[in-house]
């Protein structure tokens, strides 16, 4: 293979006939981008993206005219920069990431059942409805405001104690019935 000067590569990258062996000779720089990799500990497969993506932004950097042939890296010095500069961003989102996952998981966890507590209440808000107000007024006051059956007779004009635990009965099967089609037509 031979040995390119930055002028020649960068011609050769950008002439679409003679692309192919330019890209030919950045190969035989992958190996510095994977030492690279192996002193960060990355995967076979990640060393290869980042070979892959630093090769890309190399190329598009040359199709920019951003390269200088001038300058005093070489192609291949180049190349391992940006792979250097693309594994440090890659680290340091990592980093941010996993400091969000101590900071905000168990956040995000409470919100997440906050939300399925509220819908909860919606759909217990629902079926209720579904139920009519007689049963909605007893059943929310015997259940959600803890009312004793002996008073709850006394506001139901002096009804007998079992036929209102009756009627709670009735109701919750309506109840019962009412989530079960809602859990049929849900799934």
């Given at each position: ?19 192919d062996i330019a890209s030919r ?21 990640d060393a290869k993206d980042l ?130 089609k809602w859990a049929d037509n849900?799934?």
């Amino acid at each position: 293979m031979q040995l390119y000067t930055n002028r020649e590569l960068i011609r050769d990258l950008k002439d679409p006939h003679r692309a192919d062996i330019a890209s030919r000779y950045l190969m035989q720089c992958s190996p510095n981008v994977f030492d690279l990799a192996r002193r960060y500990r990355l995967s076979g497969d990640d060393a290869k993206d980042l070979f892959q993506d630093a090769m890309l932004a190399f190329i598009e950097r040359v199709a920019g005219d951003r390269f200088d042939p001038e300058g005093s890296a070489s192609a291949a010095v180049y190349l391992y920069g940006i792979a250097f500069h693309l594994l440090k961003k890659r680290y340091n989102r990592r980093m941010k990431q996993e400091e969000w996952e101590r900071e905000f998981a168990e956040t995000y966890l409470v919100t997440e059942k906050i939300v399925q507590n509220y819908d909860n209440r919606l759909t217990a808000h629902a079926l209720l409805d579904q139920l009519g107000s007689p049963c909605q007024e007893l059943l929310t006051a015997y259940y959600l405001n803890d009312r004793e059956i002996e008073d709850l007779s006394k506001d139901y004009e002096e009804v007998a104690i079992g036929t209102l635990q009756q009627r709670i009965r009735r109701c919750m099967q309506k109840l019962k019935t009412y989530s079960k089609k809602w859990a049929d037509n849900n799934r």
